[in-house]
């Protein structure tokens, strides 16, 4: 429940060199998801290195909400008691997803096939966000929203009593519509598809398989076809959450950008549909390595080695890879403002609807900081000034975005003077520990207030 707190400025400077070991917190996508396939299979699921960040801890709160039993064992170690398929019961307060649009998404998806009443609020970031996305296919299952003008919440959802399979091609790369759709399928009878043009994160298709459900993936003219047996009974699993790579980001970001440095990062999930920013970063010469490869948990895991790369050069980011990197753009822009030339990313549309508008808030802050960049509606370019020639000194805002807030405390770290954001409070949604974290590798970031 980010965003209700007082804000807490933050700023960071120029350190030296940055050395160690990062262990990063687990994945908050797979998190979510362990918690809400949890929470829907018959008997106890078993959860090691859960994310214990905000967004999941609402999560966590709403499927106790619906009925489910959720217990933190201790040390990362969770068990979820389900209720079953179509199992969830009526929640008798407002569901508040807090900051996560993904946390809100797929358990609308979840309840929407269940004949069950629920309202949905969040902080002032995810009340903004667009609903549409997920309650017009969910409609097509028959279920009913009603919520604020634009589609926004808060918004009640009525669950479908007689609820009907779907055949939906999602309209733009998210992997939140395509589970939300999933998810409700599973208490819908008959096949449910889902189709999307463009790969984006397959969490959900791999822990659905997981649970026990039937579901195959297809690659055809159309997209990925994903087809859905509707009505199974999900048997519970034990699930290791493998380190996110969404936070590694942060870490090796700066491990690249300030002098000297050599920073390993254990044990990170390196899904395809995911790992694109570490591909863009060896491209534009990162001296990025994945050792001691391996498969935890039916998830591609690595160990990162990244070391200060001096001759980084601008590229243009092949779009087809936009879904695999959606989150780290951010970070990916400040990277490019220490390499020489142009960095261009295209086809970026959904960054403008993420927790914040985040072209538009990187490349304010990008700018205040002396960093030339243009951007259009689904593109931007930033124009590189080669390390030690970043000014910096500026204040940024970070829009209640943890990322965001990460970036520009990344910024600080190798930019000339100093760079502060107005609220560093969001950073705890999905890495809690980045403060210490990023201290015990010889950051200097500060509390200013
Ligand atoms: C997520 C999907 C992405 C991503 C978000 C997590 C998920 O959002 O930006 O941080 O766990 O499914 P979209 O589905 O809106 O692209």
């Not at 214990?52 to 068990?79: K, P």
């Not at 479908?160 to 999602?170: C, F, I, L, M, S």
Request: glycine share 12%.
């Amino acid at each position: 429940m980010s965003g209700h707190g007082t804000p807490i400025p933050m700023s960071s400077a120029n350190c030296g060199p940055l050395t160690g070991t990062a262990d990063v917190p687990g994945d908050k996508s797979i998190s979510h998801r362990a918690l809400i396939l949890g929470a829907m299979a018959v008997g106890e699921t078993r959860i090691n290195g859960l994310l214990e960040g905000e967004d999941v801890l609402d999560t966590a709160r709403a499927m106790r909400a619906f009925g489910a039993e959720v217990t933190d064992l201790g040390g990362g170690a969770w068990s979820v008691h389900g209720v079953g398929v179509g199992g969830f019961a009526e929640p008798e307060a407002v569901i508040d997803c807090g900051n996560s649009g993904t946390g809100v998404r797929l358990i609308m998806g979840a309840m929407a096939t269940t004949p069950i009443a629920a309202t949905f609020t969040g902080d002032a970031s995810l009340n903004k966000r667009p609903m549409a996305r997920v309650t017009d296919p969910l409609a097509l299952f028959g279920a009913q929203a009603v919520g604020r003008a634009g589609g926004r919440l808060p918004m009640t959802i009525v669950g479908a009593a007689a609820p009907a399979p779907v055949r939906y091609t999602v309209p733009m790369p998210s992997a939140q519509v395509k589970s939300a759709v999933l998810l409700a399928g599973l208490n819908a009878p008959g096949q449910t598809v889902v189709i999307e043009r463009e790969a984006t994160r397959d969490h959900t298709e791999r822990m659905l398989a997981g649970f026990g459900a039937q579901i195959r993936t297809e690659d055809t003219d159309e997209g990925r076809v994903i087809t859905l047996t509707g009505q199974p009974e999900l048997s519970p699993q034990t699930i290791a959450v493998p380190r996110d790579p969404s936070s590694a980001a942060f870490p090796v970001c700066a491990a690249l950008i300030v002098p000297g440095s050599d920073v390993l990062v254990p044990g990170i999930g390196l899904n395809p549909t995911r790992a694109g920013l570490f591909t863009t970063l060896r491209e534009m010469g990162a001296d990025l390595t994945y050792e001691n490869e391996r498969e935890e948990g039916g998830e591609p895991v690595a160990d990162l080695r990244a070391r200060f790369s001096p001759d980084l050069k601008g590229i243009e980011v092949d779009p087809a890879r936009a879904a695999s990197m959606i989150d780290e753009y951010p970070v990916l822009s400040v990277v490019a403002a220490f390499a020489d030339g142009a960095t261009v990313m295209r086809g970026v549309a959904e960054l403008r609807v993420k927790e914040s508008d985040r072209i538009e808030a990187m490349a304010t802050g990008l700018r205040a900081n002396g960093v030339e960049v243009e951007d259009g509606e689904d593109w931007w370019i930033v124009h590189g000034r080669g390390h030690g020639n970043v000014p910096g000194g500026a204040s940024c805002a970070s829009h209640l975005d943890h990322r965001i807030a990460m970036s520009f405390l990344i910024l600080g770290m190798a930019a000339n003077a100093p760079v502060s954001v107005d609220d560093g409070g969001p950073i705890a949604t999905s890495f809690p520990i980045f403060e210490p974290l990023m201290a015990r590798l010889g950051a200097d970031i500060s509390r200013t207030a």
